[in-house]
DNA sequence: ACCAATGGTTCAAATAATGAACCAATCGGG
DNA sequence: CCCGATTGGTTCATTATTTGAACCATTGGT
């Protein structure tokens, strides 16, 4: 690994649960030596990338991601695109729904709406890393996914992040088969306990799997009839956000919603 | 410089006239070995920080800069606390309004607000590099940054955008001591013509200056009423912004909107 | 058919990154 | 109030990576 990725992983250990990162800790996350993870956030610092709070001295993100991810938007405007769509689709299905993407190897979920119908609600935080075998949108993803992606996934070490996650490879695999014939992927609390969810590729312009648009409900609402109405408003709302950005659906990807 | 900052600085030539750049323009751009930029672009785009399109093999920033600016915002809600501000501004005058934030030397305008008055408006685009002595934010600045800061950007050539800018760092130095005295910048047609603007600094905890809020208006649109209106909404808006982030203004920002 | 430009690649030479050890300051018990 | 443990920060000889001139293959314009 060249220099500058260990830098710029460096930064991946930010999330919402660990905001601010001292140098020992950042030290132990990394598996780096304290010297360099010191010399690398210097410079990750001098770019503006990281700032130090001048009291505790531990590291947070820079302003200068900020201005990277407004002209990221310029490029590719997919947020600003799918708020509209996340909107309706709350609207419709009266439940949180949420836009994640994929980046790199990871899938975070990077946008999100509310329903207004209902006092409980499935609760979300932008950027926050989604596991691909414990959540609906996770299994979107790697549906439609090249094979070496898959495989790559399915290597590593599936986590339990409740007591309802899948962790056998195989039994991942068999999903992946049926999200591939639906068009559609669920996971039921296999992320967070009592939330029900459903997901749907979304494609970029070489037909390339970018990320999923999903729909999280408590899974005491999970009626009959929303397991019908969820996911063809799912369906027709992932073809609009991929048409939106200049998408295209790959040829196997399913055109009617299938149970 | 390290390879890291290298790498990073290969970043700041994306803007907004520039969203996709190839190889060799890159080369030129940042003055490195053709094959270094290869590989510092490799290494990035490895970490999702760019992407290349396909096609015309050039290169954009990636989706990675979307989680890390999710993050930041998490960390320093700055853009979010400024929306609302930023919208009491515009209807309050009138005008567009804008908030540019520090980065490391670049001032970038990053969020704005339009006003819903007039069907002629200045027009904004967010991640826009300021230049500092040519903007009412950049001077908004220097009159409250650091002496070795002010220094340094005016040590550097002033680019003259529009045959109004002032270019002569002597004529900036003193338009610095007035801005220090009044506690709000101005600058006519020193960025783009015909346009008349006013900023005022916002700071951080530490009492360090983070950027400037603006307000942008055509020059034909200035009469002795907004004169006077203008500084005085801008300087409570400034204010609350600062109050709102938890920052606090350096004992000798003049607590009342001097003329 | 040509020329100039593009993205991409090679390899010896030059340079920068590394990491074990060390320092000073701070923190939290007992 | 002292002690041990932990923190951020620094050093420097060793090591490994980065560098850049030159080269190749394609593409696009004239």
């Given at each position: 690994m060249g220099t500058v990725?260990?830098?710029?992983?460096?930064?991946?250990?930010?999330?919402?649960?660990?905001?601010?990162?001292?140098?020992?800790?950042?030290?132990r996350l990394s598996g780096l030596n304290k010297a360099t993870v010191y010399r690398l956030m210097g410079e990750l610092q001098e770019q503006g990338f990281v700032e130090q709070i001048e009291a505790a001295r531990s590291y947070r993100l820079g302003p200068q991601v900020l201005r990277l991810a407004a002209l990221r938007e310029a490029s590719v405007p997919i947020l600003s695109a799918s708020r509209r769509v996340l909107r309706e689709l709350s609207e419709v299905t009266g439940e949180t729904t949420h836009l994640s993407l994929l980046q790199g190897d990871q899938l975070a979920s990077l946008s999100h709406a509310y329903a207004p119908q209902h006092a409980t609600k499935v609760m979300m935080e932008d950027a926050e890393v989604l596991t691909?075998?414990?959540?609906?949108?996770?299994?979107?993803?790697?549906?439609?996914?090249?094979?070496?992606?898959?495989?790559?996934?399915?290597?590593?070490?599936?986590?339990?992040?409740?007591?309802?996650?899948?962790?056998d490879p195989e039994v991942v695999r068999a999903q992946i088969t049926e999200v591939q014939r639906a068009g559609i992927a669920q996971s039921v609390g296999g992320f967070e306990a009592e939330v029900h969810s459903h997901a749907v590729p979304i494609f970029g312009p070489d037909?390339?799997?970018l990320g999923a648009l999903a729909v999280a409900a408590p899974s005491s609402r999970m009626s009959a009839a929303q397991r019908r109405a969820i996911p063809q408003a799912l369906h027709a709302a992932g073809l609009a956000l991929t048409q939106r950005i200049g998408g295209v659906c790959p040829p196997d990807f399913p055109t009617v919603p299938a149970a």
């Open positions: 990725s260990k830098a710029l992983s460096l930064l991946t250990h930010f999330n919402h649960g660990r905001l601010e990162i001292g140098l020992s800790d950042l030290t691909f075998h414990g959540t609906a949108s996770g299994l979107a993803v790697l549906g439609f996914a090249e094979a070496g992606f898959v495989e790559a996934v399915l290597a590593r070490p599936l986590e339990a992040r409740t007591p309802q996650t899948q962790t037909r390339a799997v």
